[in-house]
């Protein structure tokens, strides 16, 4: 992480303790803010704080909008010392397991602070005590009806401890691997399991190294920085817990490093392969166990025997396993020639589920990051976005993107600085204004309108219609009935001006469940309407789902696969929403967001 980076979490930390402190509201949105300006600038705002003399770097601070005289301060002493004696004297005051707490559904900073401060609650731990004696019945706004939906928010905190979102899973095993790497003698590291294959979420992590010096890749393993706990170590494998960040480094109280063991953790088993096996062990711990299940089937009525070694004669006049009798494999080295062994064709890590993948007859062409032509969902300052319309579009042409949206928040988000129509037709001629200033590429003005709780939109039809356009999603009225929820997204996805339904049911992984309408009646209205299901790449989202994507490809409905860009990281989500859709067994011809900039014009421009 860079000091930059780790100097914003610092300031939002700073925001989340004052409002559990109680102090003025004005303090906390303004780290908060700061903390926004200073993820979002393009300048190294630590790195020129550090270059420059104490007053000349304060000046240059402040003109940085969202950055005041003090949050320069603080900025100036964070570049010089690595901390903020203010905002350590903060930490010291909150108990460190109250920063869990906001990250329960429905809970804010004041419910939060009135559990500490009457029930004497300093953890999840201590919040369920309180549920289960029925001392949270006596507190303010707690009735029955409130401890029920605090209940099922705990629960759900509780399910979504055992695993990590798909992102969180890669930022520990990208830096691990790039560790591992390093290490003399090491050829190839890959990840396998459930994080290969794209899943949601990721209950452990799986590494494969090719290395002549096993040993030595071990010794490097169990040594590294970030491992808490060596659960057990061998001559080819060892097995740790290594701490996690889960979206900050200052969420559930503790921050990673070594020797902690305070805050969540991973474990993560390494294996050594030899190279002229890896196909089979690459094979073998991808998975998925039902995968593996008919695979070792299918060669078992073929007469051979499947393992992480190989692909092997089946002999069953021993319990002794062929490899290490030194029998020579069918297959081996890679995973291409043990499927052609075992008469199938190649089948992508994603498809590994045991959903027909066995039964194909050719491999089919997924979409990959590489089709992805266009981004149809981003927001800017305008609304809670960190770039500016011509940073946005000067990004994603540098991605090699044809065609960008803005798509700043609709009135009725005004905790995300949603636009009131006046200012939205003001904004229409800024994003136009902008074409000139970035040849190139295509900016469309667009909005991401909110859909009411009774289906409207969050616009009237003559605004909507000066649009170029129209991501309609739920934000609000997340936890409706099914019957209502579809009734409202079919409404949606039935205006002739919408273009596309936006992450459709509002779930956040292991933290809201969202909307559950009936899938086939939203799917229905969104193919006669020609209008296109987002998945949403941001790894907090990633809605559609894959279960979704598979029926949606199957109806015949248009996908769009969008970053929901917010700041210039959001588009390195991409490849995520790609490993959604990919689950999904999805073709790049299904995706509005691969075609050429006229036909996806076209396609946006009917009912217009």
């Given at each position: ?116 401060t009457d029930a004497g609650v300093t953890d999840l731990a201590g919040l369920v005590r309180i549920i289960n004696d029925g ?474």
């Amino acid at each position: 992480m860079s000091a930059q980076a780790e100097l914003a979490e610092l300031l939002e930390h700073a925001s989340k303790l004052l409002e559990l402190l109680g102090a003025d509201s004005f303090r906390a949105s303004a780290h908060a803010r700061a903390a926004r300006a200073i993820e979002g600038s393009q300048v190294d705002l630590v790195a020129m704080a550090r270059s420059l003399p104490a007053q000349e770097a304060k000046r240059e601070l402040v003109k940085v909008e969202g950055i005041g005289p003090k949050m320069a301060e603080k900025a100036i002493e964070f570049a010089s010392t690595g901390r903020v004696a203010e905002i350590d004297a903060l930490a010291a005051q909150v108990p460190p397991g109250l920063i869990a707490l906001l990250g329960l559904q429905g809970v804010g900073p004041k419910t939060v602070r009135m559990f500490w401060t009457d029930a004497g609650v300093t953890d999840l731990a201590g919040l369920v005590r309180i549920i289960n004696d029925g001392t949270i019945l006596t507190l303010p706004r707690m009735g029955a009806k409130a401890v029920e939906k605090l209940k099922a928010a705990v629960a759900l905190a509780s399910e979504s401890g055992q695993r990590l979102a798909l992102g969180q899973a890669w930022t520990v095993a990208e830096r691990l691997v790039e560790r591992l790497m390093a290490v003399p003698g090491v050829s190839r590291v890959e990840p396998a399991g459930s994080l290969r294959r794209g899943k949601e979420t990721v209950g452990d992590l799986d590494l494969l190294v090719v290395s002549g010096d096993s040993a030595a890749v071990v010794k490097a393993f169990i040594g590294m920085p970030d491992v808490r706990q060596v659960l057990a170590s061998g001559e080819r494998r060892a097995s740790v817990r290594v701490g996690v960040k889960a979206h900050s480094r200052y969420d559930q109280g503790a921050a990673e490093g070594a020797g902690s063991t305070a805050g969540p953790s991973v474990q993560v088993d390494v294996r050594v392969i030899d190279a002229d096996r890896f196909g089979a062990a690459l094979c073998y711990f991808t998975g998925s166990k039902e995968h593996n299940v008919r695979l070792r089937q299918r060669a078992l009525d073929m007469g051979l025997t499947l393992n992480e070694y190989g692909l092997f004669p089946n002999d069953t006049s021993t319990n002794v396993p062929p490899h290490e009798r030194g029998i020579k494999p069918v297959a081996a080295r890679t995973e291409a020639e043990i499927h052609a062994a075992l008469g199938l064709v190649f089948i992508p890590p994603e498809l590994r589920e045991d959903r027909g993948e066995q039964a194909l007859k050719e491999t089919p062409r997924l979409i990959e990051t590489s089709d992805i032509r266009a981004e149809l969902h981003a927001h800017t300052t305008a609304s809670d976005g960190l770039l500016s319309i011509v940073q946005l579009a000067q990004e994603a042409l540098r991605r090699g993107f044809h065609t960008i949206a803005v798509t700043d928040h609709s009135q009725s988000s005004g905790q995300s600085g949603g636009l009131k129509p006046a200012r939205l037709r003001e904004h229409i001629k800024a994003v136009r204004a902008a074409r000139a200033e970035v040849p190139g590429i295509t900016i469309l003005t667009g909005s991401e309108v909110d859909i009411l709780p009774n289906g409207r939109l969050d616009y009237d039809d003559q605004l909507l219609a000066e649009l170029d356009v129209v991501v309609a999603s739920p934000h609000a009225a997340l936890t409706q009935d099914s019957a209502a929820a579809t009734e409202r997204l079919v409404k949606a996805v039935s205006h002739p001006l919408v273009n596309v339904l936006g992450h459709p049911t509002g779930r956040l992984l292991l933290r809201r469940r969202g909307l559950e309408p009936d899938l086939g009646a939203v799917l229905a209205a969104a193919k006669a309407n020609n209008v296109a299901l987002e998945i949403n790449c941001h790894w907090m989202r990633l809605d559609l789902r894959d279960a979704h994507v598979r029926a949606a490809a199957d109806a015949g409905c248009l996908i769009a696969i969008d970053c929901d860009v917010h700041h210039t990281e959001d588009f390195d989500n991409l490849r995520f929403g790609v490993s959604t859709a990919r689950r999904g067994w999805l073709t790049p011809k299904a995706c509005v967001n691969t075609w050429d900039a006229a036909r996806l014009h076209a396609w946006l421009r009917r009912g217009r």
